[in-house]
């Protein structure tokens, strides 16, 4: 891997770390420089962003044919414990990596109506971005976990001091629930580091899982070499990689021992991940504390807590969760695809419940998020269906675009409450009406973002929402039905919020006067939200053909361990109690 893409892969993440030390040098009195030298930060991160994307350089461009991870950074950080500094992107991350650089650099232009304590803002924001974009590049388990924890401390303290009347009661709680599913993440981290073993693995599993390690003088040591290396040691040797990791689950029954009530390691390991998962998607009943964080939040850290921080919930899953624990995903399909379900019904009857304008995309999201859980949990790929793995793709695919398509639609909402809100200071949907008559720009806008996330045909809500629904059919027709159904909730509360808001009656609330349309800077960033919106709707492909040949490998390869380990297996047990019923009867 030469040199510049190196420098490129870790400067989207040093780079806001790099600002965010030379920010603290600014005196703190000049508001507006602190503002642009952010903005140019951001900028800085989304442009490498963008450069990765675009074909023409081989060697640091996204080659779209390429299953594995591409782009790999990798050097030994702490070698007592084989712990690494392991970056890559491969088509289930680097989606995620788009949308974070993208709604990160479009909620910094929402922060000009930040005017207090700029300074530390600013720091805080950047060193937020920084670790959203260490946990989608990261792929080794501890450096993913040391990137999940930087994010919430300055999440935490840019929505308890910034926020609004019961801020520090909103910021409490998103730090205890999001701790709550750290802790539950280590315990799962440690059971598979210290019961992983890279001796079960063959070279090519070792090179696939881009297994590395260094001699004394520092040179990278060949696989066959290390291979033969930790074949002469006597004891397990562990490892934090998580390509290892998901070649570990599939291909070795190293996590397959018993650990408690009649459980393996693998399937507790699941539970554990995939509880602290779904506290961050968030879904019912994990997502309380989502309601309150974003009603509190500032509107810039409303649109990066919809439009980023709720995906890694899902990345988790579709990167951790499913590779590394396959057995415990086959038994919990049910359990899995439930809770999807639950989480997109019930959120879209507390939005219909609500008079807060921002509580009520808040509670979208939750609903919107369900499409996510269901669509990855998805299992279709069974003897019943001669493994198909048609189903379980689209599935999986569908849910990587539901995050896409929901990241631009949520950012793009909150963003719409809180112009809004800078003019009248209020969010109460009952008071509004008639905007489209003083604001008819802005209105025009807001009405495409929200059809966005009604899920309107030729928008960038649809797409994913409609794969997830055909994806499930074969699992189960009921739930697929229930899926489907949910877009009425949705039309119901979406239409009728525009109804409340921009059609309507006239404005029935205080600082009517203040009703002023839309200006260059709120224009500058609802303009490529609504522009995304039209492109991802009517050219999936777009993103598609970057997630395509990631997904399809990694639906392969739980296919083939479904059928050659899992069937077996339960032929076995089922063989088993054949005969424990023979012998017991009369």
């Known amino acids: 891997m030469d040199n510049l893409t190196n420098f490129v892969v870790t400067s989207l993440i040093f780079t806001p770390v790099v600002g965010a030390i030379v920010l603290l040098f600014f005196p703190s009195e000049n508001k507006s420089l602190l503002r642009w030298c952010t903005l140019f930060v951001t900028l800085l991160v989304l442009l490498p962003t963008l450069w990765i994307a675009l074909p023409g350089n081989e060697s640091l461009s996204f080659q779209i044919n390429e299953a594995g991870v591409q782009n790999v950074v990798q050097t030994s950080w702490i070698p007592s414990f084989d712990i690494q500094f392991f970056l890559g992107i491969d088509g289930i991350s680097f989606p995620l990596l788009l949308l974070t650089s993208l709604v990160s650099c479009l909620a910094m232009g929402a922060s000009w109506t930040i005017d207090k304590y700029v300074k530390s803002y600013c720091v805080l924001y950047l060193l937020l971005l920084a670790g959203m974009m260490g946990v989608f590049l990261s792929l080794d388990f501890f450096l993913f976990y040391i990137f999940w924890e930087v994010m919430l401390l300055p999440m935490y303290f840019l929505i308890g001091v910034w926020g609004g009347p019961r801020k520090e009661y909103a910021a409490i709680k998103f730090f205890l629930y999001t701790l709550f599913g750290s802790v539950l993440m280590l315990i799962a981290l440690l059971m598979l580091y210290f019961n992983s073993d890279l001796r079960q693995l063959s070279v090519d599993q070792l090179a696939t899982a881009h297994v590395a390690a260094w001699d004394e003088a520092g040179q990278l040591l060949s696989t066959e070499d290390y291979k033969a290396t930790i074949d002469a040691s006597e004891y397990p040797v562990h490892t934090f990689n998580i390509l290892a990791l998901q070649q570990l689950g599939q291909h070795s029954d190293v996590f397959d021992q018993t650990l408690l009530f009649g459980k393996s390691i693998q399937w507790w390991a699941f539970v554990l991940l995939f509880i602290g998962f779904i506290i961050k998607v968030p879904s019912v009943p994990l997502h309380t504390w989502l309601p309150d964080a974003h009603v509190e939040a500032p509107t810039p850290i409303s649109m990066v807590l919809a439009g980023v921080l709720l995906k890694m919930g899902g990345y988790g899953i579709v990167r951790i969760c499913y590779p590394i624990c396959p057995d415990a995903g086959y038994d919990l399909v049910w359990v899995v695809c439930s809770i999807g379900v639950i989480s997109m019904v019930y959120g879209a009857f507390a939005a219909l419940a609500q008079t807060d304008f921002k509580r009520m995309v808040a509670y979208s999201s939750v609903s919107h998020m369900g499409y996510v859980v269901l669509g990855l949990g998805v299992w279709s790929a069974t003897a019943g269906s001669v493994f198909d793995p048609v189903s379980w793709s689209m599935g999986v695919k569908g849910a990587i675009f539901q995050m896409i398509g929901h990241g631009i639609s949520s950012a793009g909402m909150f963003f719409m409450v809180g112009v809004i809100y800078d003019r009248v200071h209020h969010r109460d949907l009952n008071q509004f009406g008639g905007l489209y008559g003083k604001m008819p720009v802005y209105t025009a806008m807001a009405m495409l973002l929200f059809f966005a996330g009604l899920g309107l045909p030729g928008l960038c809500g649809f797409i994913g929402e409609v794969f997830v629904v055909l994806s499930v059919w074969k699992l189960s027709a009921t739930l697929a039905a229930i899926s489907a159904a949910v877009v009425i909730l949705t039309a119901a509360y979406i239409l009728w919020a525009i109804q409340r808001v921009y059609l309507g009656a006239e404005y029935r609330g205080p600082h009517s006067e203040d009703l002023s349309e839309i200006n260059l800077r709120e ?23 970057y ?25 076995a047990e089922r063989e088993e109690a054949d005969k424990d019923v023979a012998a017991n009867a009369p």
């Open 523 to 545: 224009m500058a960033i609802a303009l490529p939200l609504c522009a995304l919106a039209v492109v991802l709707g009517v050219f999936p492909a777009t993103m598609f053909r």
């Open 547 to 571: 997630m395509d040949a990631t997904v399809d490998q990694q639906v392969a390869d739980l296919v083939e361990w479904t059928e050659e380990v899992k069937l077996p297996k339960l032929r």
